[in-house]
């Protein structure tokens, strides 16, 4: 066990500190299930630990605020993309960030109409980001990915120049020149690249 509970007095409901043998210096806070972990290093004197707290609160309760903002900003494009490129026809219930997907770009719910992009598409070109949310989109339409589904992809005007930069990310994961995969021998195995440089692996 590498923390012990911090009994304090007068913490917010639902809010657990953790003494940390290895934090020396940082304190940090984070959800888990429905509560919020705070965690202390293992030195830090108990008054000094409330009102840590507090701010911790505040600077997480900022920051999900800000990441619901970025989820409405996608689920805003992906109604503009779907009016575009889709006749409107695509309708998400929702569309949000995802910090969950190392493996596939995005993925799609058809039965409850929900799309999940991969949060390491964040700085990525504008048209690759709107290409794998066309994609995620289309799929609200149709399964799978035959020839009713490219019919409608090929009304995206970069689809070719997107496929090609996320084939070019994938090919480059594989071989452990990212993050991603490296140290993941068999990354991004052949089945998972389409020839034609579609990328079918990495996204569904
Ligand atoms: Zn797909």
């Not at 409901?13 to 020396?24: D, F, I, L």
């Not at 701010?55 to 409405?72: K, N």
């Not at 900003?73 to 569309?95: I, N, Y």
Request: charged share 25%.
């Amino acid at each position: 066990m590498s923390h012990t509970v911090v009994d304090l007095p007068g913490l917010p409901p639902g809010v657990e500190v953790r003494r940390s043998a290895r934090r020396r210096r940082t304190v940090t806070a984070y959800r888990e299930g429905g509560r919020t972990i705070v965690v202390v290093p293992q030195r830090m004197a108990r008054a000094d630990i409330g009102p840590y707290v507090v701010e911790l609160m505040g600077r997480l309760e900022a920051r999900e605020r800000r990441a619901r903002a970025t989820d409405d900003e996608l689920a805003e494009r992906a109604r503009l993309l779907s009016g575009r490129h889709l006749e409107g026809r695509a309708e998400p219930t929702s569309v949000r960030w995802v910090s969950n997907q190392h493996r596939r770009w995005g993925s799609c719910t058809p039965a409850d109409g929900t799309i999940r992009l991969s949060d390491r598409l964040v700085g990525m070109p504008e048209h690759v980001i709107d290409y794998v949310l066309l994609h995620e989109l289309a799929h609200l339409l149709v399964p799978g990915h035959g020839p009713k589904f490219e019919e409608w992809m090929a009304r995206y005007p970069r689809l070719v120049e997107a496929r090609a930069f996320l084939a070019g990310v994938d090919h480059a994961l594989g071989h452990g020149l990212g993050d991603a995969g490296a140290g993941e021998p068999g990354a991004a195995a052949p089945q998972d690249l389409a020839a034609d440089g579609t990328a079918a692996g990495t996204l569904f």
